[in-house]
């Protein structure tokens, strides 16, 4: 029952293909919602009345417990992991697309109006003005976004999608308890580790933070 | 080679009751400055914005350098005019070089002459760039900002200058000294430029001729000079403050009300004064020296007289409106 890194260091080799696995469905989740959440996000800057309708059914949709979310997708995506990317993908929507919607808009409209005087044409704006603005708020986002994709895949296991969930759903079947040090160690250090990465991200991609601590 | 002419030009936005800008014509001479001065929501800024096609007019059209702005594509036409706006609008995550840079870049120069030029730029609007070259724009101040939002328009060496309220936000000390930057830029670069304003002693100080707007229309395009003394209505005579005698005399020149030497004329120790100087300069010498008569030269000869009658007389010229 106490602490005990048994399983974790006789298993290396297991725990880390799991781990893999884990990153694997973090990461695609990650991939496909911000590629979703980018065009959604642009589309409400532009025509303002949709933010409510979208942001209010992505609300909806965060308020179900993810694993219902799940349960529900079952009969549609299958026992596996696609259905655990899938609603990894709905929860983190919410997430990335209020936060870029909240990134673009504080933009100074000065800048953009600029930036269209000065004969930007949209995509140069689009690149050399909105995105870089734009990226402090949405590395932010994406740092959230990732830790909460981690503590759903850990469910994931639960519905055949492997990952590091897997240790803990076994360690609980089997009793055994070295198994699920196992599992929680590694998800935390994981959690600890991506969030690190992205805050440092964040402020690099801030050059004013850069310039303040010189 | 860079006339702005507007023909006919109208701009109604959609669902509104009247027009912003209501069949405007009118022609600014390469190398002029002027300015448009009118009530708040009178269409400046509506009819500056359609010179770089921020806008475009509902009707009419408008011609730069003899081409009809339409036939030019939009980024293209932007590049080649320079835009000041009221809050700056620097890009914040760059700094006060790449900010410089922006358009000399879009245009396609080599690095090295970049480069030189945004130092050239940075001595023109006095910043010194060993200083000020790797700022951000909130490490400067209001003014510096509005600075560096010049030199950012100068940059791609435009023929023509738009702006929109450049100083409306700052405070009025800077504020007139950064007119006296425009006033010496103009002298120096020759641009044509037009300058909203909704400021009258900014309009009367800058403009070569002054566009007074009305509802979307342009009611007076004159000389400083001509508006005060003849205004077109009394919307324009109480825009101008015509009735605000002491300013007006410090905008009238001496010449303008002088008679010509009488053929009688001796010197007789009379204060004297130079035909530039400013009515308001006449009337505190001769309040100063109690003399009845002050004599006007120029280059050192005598060329006119000048009395109390003379000066009340000129200034009461917009009056009977
Ligand atoms: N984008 C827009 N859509 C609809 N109406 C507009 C738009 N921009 C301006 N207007 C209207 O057009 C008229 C002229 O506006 P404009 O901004 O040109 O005024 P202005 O003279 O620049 O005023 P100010 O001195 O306050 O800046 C106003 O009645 C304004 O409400
Ligand atoms: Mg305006």
Redesign the interface.
Known sequence: MGFDVGYLTNNFSEVWALLLQHLQMTGLALLVAIALAVPIALLISRFRWLGLPIMGTLGILYTIPSLALIIFLVPLFGLNATSVVVAMVIYTQVILVRNLTVGLNSI?P??I?????????AW?RWW??QV??VLPVFVAGVRIATIVSIAIATIGAKFNAGGLGKLLFDGIQTNRYDKIWAGSITVALLAFALNALLLWLEKQSN??RR?KLS | MSIIQFDQVSLRFPRAPRPAVDRVTCQISAGELVVILGPSGCGKTTLLKMV?R?YEPTGGAIYLGGTNIRQLK??????QIG?V??????????TVADNIA??PK?LGWSKPQIQMRIDELLHLVRLPPAEYRHR?P??LSGGQQQRVGIA?ALAGDPATL?MDEPFGAIDAITRTALLDEILRLQRQLQKTILFVSHDVEEALRLADRIIVMREGQIVQFDTPFKLLTQPADSFVYSLLGADDMVRQLGLLRVSSAMIGLPADYTNGNKPSLSADDSLRDALSLILKTGAQELSVVQDGQPVGLLTLDHIRESALVGDGV
């Not at chain 2, 939009?74 to 590049?79: F, I, N, S, V």
């Not at chain 2, 706006?85 to 760059?94: A, D, E, K, R, Y």
Request: proline share 6%.
């Open positions: 100074n000065a800048v109006e600029a930036a269209r005087g000065m004969g930007m044409t140069q050399r003005v870089p603005l050059p004013l310039v | 770089n921020l939009a980024t293209k036409l932007r590049q835009y706006i009221q809050q700056s609008g620097l890009f914040p995550h760059m922006v358009v879009l951000y909130a490490q950012r738009l």
